[in-house]
DNA sequence: TAATTGACACCTAGGTGTTAAAGT
DNA sequence: ACTTTAACACCTAGGTGTCAATTA
């Protein structure tokens, strides 16, 4: 049985400042359900419309950024991009991967998580861990099984190098990139007119995202 | 500039027996000369002859198996397996790969280091840890950059999945393989007439080599 | 009707030996 | 004369959207 299985794309990609040097973190990524809703697409408004309550929730599962752990000064220097986090549909998934529900919104999460001298790259609780969470509404996503808007699917295949052999048939226009870029800016409007700054702890510390690429998240399932 | 970088083919793998459940380990891999010499191959007769002195030696590096730190539990379950380790003959090579001189006798060997609660899969100096060196003789081979010898050709071609597509015109015959084998068989007894067996510690532990895999190990640089 | 699946062609990414050319 | 390099075709491995068929 072959699952339903896509990375995501855009990729997730947090830099952090400030941390301490010498202190080793883990780096974690979760999906967490936005609302209790689910949703249908209007193709006449280029909308998602609220259709029901929520399906049953899939298995909450976390991914380890599988450079963990990282040292501060690590953390200083690289973007950490989380570009091979996997997403499936199948509820029954024995590998490990983010389990969502299409038709669903989602809101990825970024956890820093202390790593004291003990412990590997893992995270089974994080409960009894110190540990940070950050959170960016601007990379709330619907998940899919199949595009509902063109102009999504001419973005990905226009930014993703894997879908480089349809990109003759269907470059955006600069109408398009336009509208798409109106929508997106809309959308993030009404739901984050400011942005959240994050410190960790008493260190001052700030987290910037990779807006630019994030602008555009949106991942099917 | 492209290096010469190639794996290691046959792969080292290696299994270990009887080590604690709870501890954690990180298995290493480094590459040694055997000797002070450096050989050119007598092509009428099949087979080495020492050519000179050494080379001034290339940095020896250490190779982290990238699962590591593995559990005990884990280490008895599973075949460690070092497919991914890379070679080259480049002395300036930057990104960490193993570096050997070519025309010189090469043995591998296996380190198995207990890890503290501290510390990642990292062993920046193995002369600071708990740590125990596995040898295996019937691993030793020569570094080259073009094989000398086509019966390694043939058999590497026959049994290297990336290979597949010259098959067709070498398939290595009965009598070749059985020529090989004498070859290899002679190598290893005139190197290595008893099997050594190794112990960890006081813990009775044994290490024992996927020996079919590694008694073809002959890998080019 | 709307959503999901699976076979497919088309890519990226990278591991092979071959061969002719260059290096020593 | 021997050794090394670099471009190449041919693979493995796996990430894309498409489209027709299937599911619910």
């Known amino acids: 049985v072959d699952d339903m299985l896509v990375r995501m794309f855009p990729t997730v990609r947090v830099s952090f400042t400030g941390i301490r040097p010498d202190q080793r973190y883990a780096v974690l990524l979760d999906i967490v359900p936005v609302d209790n809703k689910r949703y249908r697409y209007a193709y006449h408004r280029s909308s998602w419309l609220v259709a029901g309550k929520a399906d049953p929730p899939a298995p909450c599962r976390i991914y380890a950024h599988p450079d963990s752990p990282y040292t501060g000064e ?4 690289q973007v950490v991009s989380f570009e091979k986090v996997k997403l499936t549909n199948n ?5 490990g991967h983010l389990v969502l529900n299409s038709m669903h919104k989602y809101q990825p999460r970024i956890h820093l998580v202390k ?8 995270v089974s609780d994080l409960e009894n861990e110190e540990y940070k969470t950050f959170i960016f509404p601007e990379t709330i996503f619907t998940a899919v099984t199949a595009y509902q808007n063109q102009l999504i699917t001419k973005l990905k295949i226009d930014s993703n190098p894997f879908a480089k ?17 109106s929508m997106l800016a809309e959308q993030h409007y009404f739901r984050s007119p400011l942005r959240p700054f994050a410190d960790l702890d008493t260190h001052n510390n700030n987290l910037s995202l990779e807006e630019k690429a994030i602008l555009a998240a949106r991942s099917q399932l």
């Open 74 to 77: 690590q953390l200083r220097k």
């Open 91 to 95: 509820e029954m998934d024995k590998h």
């Open 115 to 122: 790593r004291g001298e003990g412990a590997s790259g893992l």
């Open 165 to 181: 052999g349809f990109r003759d048939s269907s470059r955006l226009t600069e109408f398009e990139r336009e509208t798409m870029e």
